[in-house]
């Protein structure tokens, strides 16, 4: 099925660690993203990559880091900088061309 | 920075009844769309409406778009209990397409309808 996978859907982290959310993408599609959403919150855009080996920050990226090596990968790292790191993140892409955003189900982050 | 806010946070309704909710954002936009978001799950995208569109329809939805207001609005005819869900609007801003397209989001109004 096409889609955009995210893993794991659960995960804890001790604090001092860092952990690494996949997203995987089967649409073909140019462009990814990662969303913080908090409790009762909308969402914030952390990093955005438009093309292979490239990304750029977005409105919350301290903390974060990001790769793009493939198309269809957007791997997020949630560094032990990133002060209050407990939160659902989501994954996004779509086509350059397009408007419409397509989202994973997402995955929930708790340090404990 | 969140671009849109949606008004109210929170709605009840009884199913049977229209729902309507609201957004304003602050900068000129290209298109604003409405998401859907199930409780703990990933968004949908339900509608888009472009800046030089003032009205839009998809089945049971209707949008409405002010541009001088920087407003939008969302109406859900006779709501059923699966409407019951988080909706965001979001904002792609003008002169951001390409490489530097990404889109805002609001915090949401949280839909409750009731059987």
Redesign the interface.
């Known amino acids: 099925d096409g889609g ?1 996978t995210q893993s794991p859907k659960y995960l804890f982290r001790k604090e001092g660690q860092n952990v690494t959310l996949s997203c995987e993408q089967n649409l073909n599609h140019d ?1 990814m ?1 990662w ?1 913080r959403q908090d409790p ?6 952390i990093y ?1 990559s ?2 292979v080996n490239d990304f750029q920050k ?2 919350i990226a301290e903390g974060y880091s990001v790769s793009r090596e493939k198309k269809e990968s957007f791997p997020l790292t949630v560094t032990s900088a990133q002060k209050n790191p407990t939160a ?1 993140y ?1 994954c ?1 892409s ?1 086509w ?1 061309s397009g ?8 995955s ?1 982050l708790t340090v404990v | ?2 671009q ?1 806010e949606e008004d109210p946070q929170a709605l009840s309704i009884q199913e049977g009844e229209n729902a309507t909710m609201n957004c304003s954002y602050k900068t000129s936009i ?2 604003l ?1 409405w998401y859907r978001q199930n409780s ?6 339900l509608i ?1 409406i472009r800046s030089n569109e003032r009205e839009k329809h998809s089945g049971r939805l209707r949008v409405t778009l002010d541009t001088s207001k920087k407003s939008s609005s969302l109406l859900i005819t006779a709501s059923r209990a699966a409407d019951t869900a988080s909706y ?1 609007c ?1 904002t ?1 801003a003008k002169g951001g397409g ?2 530097n ?8 109004t ?1 839909l409750t309808v009731n059987p």
């Open positions: 955009i462009a993203y969303y009762g919150q909308g969402l914030r855009l955005y438009q093309i977005g409105d659902f989501l996004a779509k350059l408007n419409t955003i397509y989202f994973g189900e997402g929930w | 920075s969140q849109g290209n298109n769309q703990g799950r990933g968004l949908v995208h888009l965001f979001a792609d390409g490489s397209y990404k889109l805002t989001f609001g915090k949401g949280l």
